[in-house]
């Protein structure tokens, strides 16, 4: 295991022992770089509960520089993961809503302003207390995809959700409603089920 990963899965265990769970958000977009001068003329947000998650910036975590990542900041250092979120498992099954928040900024005034929830059932366990929930979304024509990997014997499999009806193997996320008296704010109803993992084994999956 790399030094990289070692430091990774034991600051993950660290939060682990104060009996919290963890779903990491490895999320990212497409933009070409015509479209903006810098990255700081956009803005992509994650939302927990109607709660913005701390300490987020847009960053190139991966060598195509028209793909946009979504990082944790931990002072001047920045998350090899993306944006791993801790929560209190209570239940067998927890649900959050996860919102992303979309748009550009013209002159430090925000534009274009779109909120897109997704419902999120997590079925983490003592035994596999993580999981990992990846999405790409292309900026222009609108396409979502979300993926979460799982271990299974020496291998990987993947379940995968899509706002587009293409006929593969993936999930439709299906119908979405606008909701009222909000002009740019929409909510999908099939809900996404990250596959629960070990620390080892989410590790194993992100630097593979």
Not at 33 to 58: H, M, W
Not at 193 to 204: A, F, R, S, Y
Request: net charge neutral; with cysteine; glycine share 6%.
């Amino acid at each position: 295991m790399s030094s990289l990963r070692e430091n990774l899965v034991s600051e993950i265990r660290e939060e682990l022992k104060n009996h919290k769970h963890c779903i990491v958000f490895d999320f990212g977009f497409f933009l070409p770089q015509n479209r903006f001068e810098k990255n700081e003329d956009v803005f992509f947000e994650i939302l927990v509960n109607g709660e913005l998650l701390p300490d987020q910036k847009i960053n190139h975590r991966y060598s195509n520089k028209a793909y946009y990542t979504i990082t944790k900041k931990a002072g001047y250092k920045l998350n090899k993961l993306g944006y791993p979120f801790f929560y209190e498992k209570k239940d067998k099954k927890e649900q959050l809503t996860l919102t992303l928040r979309i748009g550009k900024n013209e002159y430090g005034v925000r534009k274009e302003e779109t909120e897109i929830s997704f419902p999120v059932i997590l079925e983490t366990t003592n035994k596999k207390p993580v999981c990992g929930l990846s999405l790409n979304m292309n900026m222009l024509n609108g396409v979502i995809e979300f993926t979460s990997y799982y271990k299974e014997g020496s291998g990987w499999k993947a379940l995968y959700w899509s706002n587009l009806l293409d006929g593969n193997d993936g999930m439709f996320l299906g119908e979405v409603l606008k909701t009222i008296n909000t002009e740019h704010s929409y909510s999908y109803l099939m809900p996404l089920l990250p596959c629960p993992q070990t620390p080892d084994d989410l590790m194993l999956n992100c630097f593979e």
